[in-house]
């Protein structure tokens, strides 16, 4: 992608250094970590060729997604299949999709309104036969798009900052076009309306290798090169770049039903049907609990938020302004909803919370460590995130039935240079909350999308995560 900054022979160099600190990398964690220590792509080579497999590949910019590998193991390893598996913190359905795959029954949740839409598409039920009905039915869309005079104007006060002025009116009337698809044609309209996001993202100034919304020179570089491309080919350029994506995910769709025999049905509220279903809800985590009974699921497989590094919806705000779901004013509401953003933890939680040793001390080194530092919500943001980690943890016990396995994936990112012992953390949560802790295994990271903030140092260089897996007693 940076071609015309890096030189090939740079990129050699490059490439061979970072082999050898992945080698060093390993190494030094299998001596300091011995058998805990896991390669969950290497684990499952036969059975995940590549982790944008199938519908994974769809939309794959979601902020800090986990591999599919991650809900593929907990599966395996125990045996799933016919049960019901939640993922709460659900983000673009990772889990739906393998759950599904799996023949198991999957319920995602999560605050992001977004994920209904992502869990939607990814898992789109579809009847090969009707292939070239939508090929053709996506070429009559994008070819009519040309012709729309009503635009969709998103409720973003600040999208001319993000947009050339002439690229902004064409998206405007693409999208305009999306919009007033009859409903009749969701499916289609959905597949449309993912594509054109991928351009959205793709002609804007907002770097589109980064989940996160925010200008790169290296975007801005690109930019000029793609608006040359647009003043030369005109709108035509992103309506063949639509088709292009759609038949793409398409083809993804087509083969996610191939190889999902078993038909699913799609369900609006909790019924512990025999059927594999599949259940799709905007809750937050109070909500959950009450629409889920008690001790009915399965398998909780999930990855929580790090800590410091939310801002999901500051992260996709530009998706769901293109798809109506928000406006400035409910970004920020939404915001406010995420893990770790309230800020007055709920007090029996704070007490107990006092009884985890391994917090009482990261709590210790944190407020020595912020003492010179301005910003004054540090440590109640701390104390918030980690009172929301241990609410989880408590639903995660009611929700699940007897045996039940709870399996959460999570990374120890540095805060004021140290690392925050998070898996020790969390172990303890689950072992003062009725579970058994099963396996505490750290996957080292090969790539991944995730959050980076002032406080949260460095989530792109740490050298892996945990998979912490506790048995409801
Ligand atoms: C690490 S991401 C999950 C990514 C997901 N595993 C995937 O593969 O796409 C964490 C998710 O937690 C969600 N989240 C944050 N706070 C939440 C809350 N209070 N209740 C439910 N979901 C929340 C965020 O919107 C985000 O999608």
Known sequence: MRKSVISREQLTMFNTCKSIVLRDTEEYLSNVLGENIINLRQELKDDILSTTY?????????????????????????NLKGKIILDPFAGSGTTAVESLLTGNSNISNDVNPITKFLVEIKTLRFNPKDYFDYLDRLNYHVSSMAKNERPYIPRWGNLSYWYPADILTSLTKIWGYIHNIDEGEADIKNILKVSALYISRKYSYGEDESPKLFKSKHKTAKMKELLDKFHKLGEELLRAEILGKARQYLDCIVQFNYRMRPEYQRIYSFNKSREQFLLILNNSLEELGQEIPEETIDCIVTSPPYIY????????????????MVDDKSVRRLTKMEIGQKLKPISDLDSFLLKIEPYKNALRTIKKRSENFKTKENIPRFEAYFSDMLYFIRLSAQLLAKKGILAIFIGEPKVFGSPINVKDIISEMLTKNCFKLTDTLFDVIKSRHLLRNRLNENPNGILGEWLIIGEKL
């Open 54 to 78: 199938l519908t994974h590949a769809i939309h794959n910019v979601y902020p800090a997604k986990f591999i599919p590998q991650v809900p593929r193991f907990v599966i395996k390893k125990f």
């Open 309 to 324: 590094a939310q801002e999901y919806f500051r992260s996709t705000k530009i998706d769901m302004y293109w798809l109506d």
